[in-house]
């Protein structure tokens, strides 16, 4: 039996960009746009008629903006899938996050070039991706949270060295799932962290500003230089590599402009390369949510130098990519559930402390 076809609704003041979405939109494969709207309160008159499973939608708007339309679906219960289409600027930005943390499933840049066909262009590309991920997602019917972790590597592993790092590479969903799991660490937690979420410039300094009000640790976008030490989390500026180097007692952050890899910059790998280099065994490396492979490479190196890894499961993740293939490897000595991962953090972290008293 087929299944149904997606059915969404495009909510946007330009009407270039509703042409644009829609005609995008239209040249998937099992997606209907049902309709179009020009503003928040038109978009929620339609929601209610038409019950689309995902509506594309702008930040800025008049009557009634993006997050004031995600804040009354929320009190009307409606459950509905959200891409947001966002400007690129600070306030963009900030705006972006907050839509995030009302439940919106990702964003797309409104591109801002001179070049209005390879602007169209790429605006259609990014929309395709993430269009085509929520529409996964659902065909999965992606639960909340599951059941317990699945650990593979033996409870206690006196052989391993203790962690002196956490290095995190997370992309599609990250925001939500970094939004759910990071407040979950203790304030205690005796290394720090570093994350590289593939966002563009602004997001990833909105991002860590709204988990730091939000984390009992620390949260900050890096800066080229700056010392971190326990109890902190480092997230990789968009558009900047991040790597760690050593300035005992501390660890310090390195940013570069070196080209991107596997599409990315921040790159995992870059980063989780550069753990292997200074930290060896003794990096704990977490692969969580998103497209593509970036940082299996970098896990290959780790785990030929005996650091422990952790992934998200399949049912958690709103895209399978990235954890996919280092657990088909079996480089992974932990596959957990999102609700599960700070835990398996810290118990790894703590295993450090009884290993260093």
Known sequence: MMSAPLKVLVVDDAAIYRKIVAETLRSMPDVEVVSAAANGRAALDKIQELRPDLITLDVEMPELDGVQLLRRLRVLDRRVGVVMLSAFTSGGAATTMEALSLGAFDFVLKPSGPDVAANHALLAAELTEKVAAFHARRRRALPAQSGPSITTAAEGDVKRSPPEVVCLGISTGGPEALGKMLPQLPADLPVPMFVVQHMP???????????????????????????????????????????????????????????????????????????????????????????????????????????????????????????????????VDVVAPLNKIAEQITLFTRRREAVCR
Do not use: W
Not at 221 to 249: C, F, K, Y
Not at 269 to 292: E, Q
């Open 201 to 331: 410039p602004l997001f990833t300094k909105s991002l860590a500003d709204d988990l730091d009000k939000r984390c009992r640790l620390r949260v900050s976008e890096g800066v080229d230089s700056q010392l971190v030490g326990p109890g902190e989390i480092v997230i990789a500026p968009g558009g900047r590599h991040m790597r760690i180097e050593r300035q005992p007692p501390h660890f310090v952050v390195r940013l570069s402009d070196d080209p991107p890899e596997n599409s990315c910059r921040p790159a995992v790998d870059y980063l989780f390369r550069s753990a292997a280099k200074i930290c060896g065994a003794r990096t704990l490396a977490v692969i969580m949510t998103g497209m593509g492979s970036d940082g299996t490479k970098g896990l290959r190196e780790l785990k030929r130098l005996g650091a422990p890894i952790i992934a998200q499961d399949e049912a958690t993740c709103v895209v399978f990519g990235m954890p996919a293939q280092p657990i088909a490897e079996a480089l």
